[in-house]
Structure formats: C-alpha cells, structure tokens
C-alpha cells in the first residue's frame, strides 16, 4: 500500500509541476530582468531633456477566417536604446486591454536602460487578457534631448501546421 501511495503522490507533484506558469521575463537564475534593471535612485523629472509616452498597438488574437475564428499570438515588446553614451529611463510600461481597461502594471520602480541595451517583455500565448485590440503605453526619459529609442512589438502565431509573425511600431502620444 505504501508503494501505490508513493506513486500516486509523486504523480500529483509531476503533474503540479508540469502545470505551474513560469515567467516568460526571467533570466537564466530566475531573476525578473525588469527588476534587475531598477534604479535606486530615479533621475528627477529636473534632470530630463528628454521625455515621452508611446504607444505600442498589441495583438494577442487575430481573427483567421470567415467564421470569425480568432488565434492566439505571443507578444513582444521590445523597448531598445540606440544612445551609444545615454541610459534610457522607463517608468512606466502598462498593458490595456481592447476595452481600454488597464491589464496589469510592469513597472514599479524606474528601470535604468544602459546604452544600445535592449529589454523585451513577454505576453505568452496563452495569455488572452489583452484581446485584439491591446496596447502597451510606455513612459520613457532621458538626460540627453538626443536619445532615439525604439520600441516595437513583434506577435508570432500559427494556424495549423502554418506559421506566422508581424510587427508593430510604437508611437509617440505626448
């Protein structure tokens, strides 16, 4: 009885296992690489000669035939720093839904954005929060007026044994 008990216990724990969410964002010691990237000390709005607020279009489903059958897509956002010499500050990287409601909040502390760094964020798959019509809105400075950043969405999906992927370009809204 013992044996069958074992068994059956470290079935459940496989299955539990195999059934947890892991964070797409994480680095290879399960670090959350936004977290990582918090300042201690956030530049003062003073300090800025640079500020801006994108938007950032997101599909997290796309309808895919005549029968108004939709397909779940992966997101990602990527916010990237083309400054050879200036860090890039984001404070804000929110995600709406297509009715407009706020989804969640990445950022809870300023994150520090090296120079030619890039970050990205993962909407997984099977994450159907957002719908068609999500959105990223996020709030970006710099010390330097001369900072260019980009920040982009790319949605990867597949129908049957078809893949597909596009991108997004995010726009500024200040």
């Given at each position: 009885?013992?044996?069958?008990?074992?068994?059956?216990?470290?079935?459940?724990?496989i299955?539990?296992?195999?059934?947890?969410?892991?964070?797409?964002?994480?680095?290879?010691?399960?670090?959350?690489?936004?977290?990582?990237?918090?300042?201690?000390?956030?530049?003062?709005?003073?300090?800025?000669?640079?500020?801006?607020?994108?938007?950032?279009?997101?599909?997290?489903?796309i309808?895919?035939?005549?029968?108004?059958?939709?397909?779940?897509?992966a997101?990602?956002?990527?916010?990237?720093?083309?400054?050879?010499?200036?860090?890039?500050?984001?404070?804000?990287?929110?995600?709406?839904?297509?009715?407009?409601?706020?989804?969640?909040?990445?950022?809870?502390?300023?994150?520090?954005?090296?120079?030619?760094?890039?970050?990205?964020?993962?909407?997984?798959?099977?994450?159907?929060?957002?719908?068609?019509?999500?959105?990223?809105?996020?709030?970006?400075?710099?010390?330097?007026a001369?900072?260019?950043?980009?920040v982009?969405?790319?949605?990867?999906?597949?129908?049957?044994?078809?893949?597909?992927?596009?991108?997004?370009?995010?726009?500024?809204?200040?």
């Amino acid at each position: 009885m013992k044996l069958r008990e074992l068994i059956l216990g470290i079935s459940y724990l496989i299955i539990f296992v195999s059934c947890t969410k892991t964070n797409p964002n994480t680095d290879e010691t399960g670090a959350d690489e936004l977290a990582s990237l918090e300042v201690s000390d956030p530049i003062e709005k003073s300090e800025t000669e640079y500020s801006d607020v994108i938007y950032v279009p997101i599909y997290s489903d796309i309808y895919i035939d005549v029968n108004n059958q939709n397909s779940l897509l992966a997101a990602t956002l990527s916010i990237r720093n083309t400054s050879y010499s200036d860090s890039l500050f984001i404070s804000t990287i929110d995600y709406f839904n297509t009715d407009g409601s706020l989804v969640r909040s990445y950022v809870e502390n300023q994150i520090s954005l090296r120079p030619m760094a890039t970050i990205n964020y993962v909407i997984e798959r099977e994450d159907d929060t957002g719908g068609s019509g999500a959105n990223f809105i996020v709030r970006l400075s710099a010390k330097n007026a001369n900072v260019k950043p980009i920040v982009q969405a790319v949605m990867v999906g597949q129908n049957g044994n078809k893949g597909f992927s596009f991108t997004t370009d995010g726009y500024s809204i200040k």
